[in-house]
């Protein structure tokens, strides 16, 4: 979908093309230098990787993806052996034979053993639940990350919105002052009754009051903007810069339909799908613990009591085995099988809600396209008469209020218009939220970092 010349093409969609190339990620920006210039908002990777730094949300899931590493690591290890060892036989009493000299240091052996488990069927499941766990954890990391980045995007536009508001409002304002001062002129002459007058002057207290109000907006969007990257974010250089940022991220080329390589591109949905294998994995691990593991001990002894004919020398090997008859993995299988079930139900939720935000938001381009069209039309107009009442008053032909009333008209729609870019760019935030098209995190990076 395609807006019309009121919003400009840009370098948006080349842009957001290179951000999306895998490993296309510079290095981290330390704190040190993490400050936001007005020429950032352009690059987006800047604002992903202050974001990636300094966004406490983000920050936590991104420890969470060391964590699940450390459980996988976990998983691949033996347990521990055991070593155990043992001074039996001690003599209490008479001893066997009678009389026998130094019972203490002729009576008792001295036995030194090791033990292994050996896990029987479960290492496998274990070992795969816990490495699709840390794929569903490097994924819901990018999710994380992705819903700050898009918040954070909106923050900008905000900004970008309230400051061409403004910046409208402000010329507003200076006409406002001069119509007024013309009403006040002609007012004492006579020429126009006092009741224009205070109507003129209540039209330029709305105006200031709705400057005020746009100044307030833009103070709070970038209060806002600060929050999530820890720093401050700066006005842009210019209203028209704040409306050329705005016009050329709402041109972007987005998809208008869902499609399977959106669906694997998304990764809340890469995050369901590891969680889906994890808890498959856990559920074959839950009913192979009715499966029960094998303790092997390797020992040796030295017995001290060869007056009674004892092996002075002896190796022993053993083996333990639990019975699993009370409990045998049915408490881990219920919580699995929940686990299974709750993932299959939120992807198949989430894609369909990922479906229909994704077809509202190119349904809301097009509308917004039917509006430009028509406020280009009354702009050409309103441009066009200005311009005739303009040149008109220079010679003469029409009275300078009548041409700070059409300037004012002009005006008026440019403060729409501003309106309507802050609108287009919503909503293609919205599309691209959806479609996933934002540029990806070094989750790897960072877990090799860890």
Partial sequence: MRIPTLLPRGRVALSAAILLLPGFWPRAVSADTALLQAADYDNERTLAELLWEHSPDVIEARQQVGIAGSELTKARLFPNPQLDAGWNTIPIGRTNPPNLQDPIGNVPNYTVGISELFELAKRGPRQAAAAAQLESSRAAAAAVFADRYFELLRAVGRIATAQVREGVLSQQVAEGARLLALEHARAEKGEVAGMLVDRSETEQARLIAAQGAARTELETARAECGALVATECPMFDSADAA?????????????????????????????????????????????????????????????????????????????????????????????????????????????????????????????????????????????????????????????QVDVLLARRRYQELMLEGAELDGDAYDAALKVRQAAALFPRPPVEVEEAKQ
């Fill in 243 to 399: 409306r050329r940022y705005l016009r050329q991220t709402a041109t972007a080329e987005l998809p208008a339909g869902w499609s399977t390589e959106i669906e694997a591109r998304r990764p809340d949905l890469s995050a369901l799908g590891s969680a889906l294998r994890a808890a498959d994995q856990q559920v074959t691990l839950a009913k192979r613990q009715a499966i029960p593991d094998v303790t092997v001990r390797f020992g040796y002894m030295y017995d001290t009591f060869v007056e009674a004919g004892n092996q002075r020398n002896s190796l022993g090997l053993g083996m333990q085995v639990p019975l699993p008859v009370f409990n045998h993995g049915q408490a881990e299988l219920e919580a699995a099988s929940a686990a299974l079930l709750r993932a299959q139900r939120a992807r198949t939720a989430l894609v369909a809600s990922g479906r229909l935000t994704l077809e509202a938001g190119a349904r809301e381009r097009d509308l917004i396209a039917g509006r430009v069209t028509q406020l280009q039309t009354a702009l050409a107009n309103a441009d066009r008469l200005r311009k005739t009442m303009e040149g008109a008053a220079q010679q003469g032909g029409m009275s």
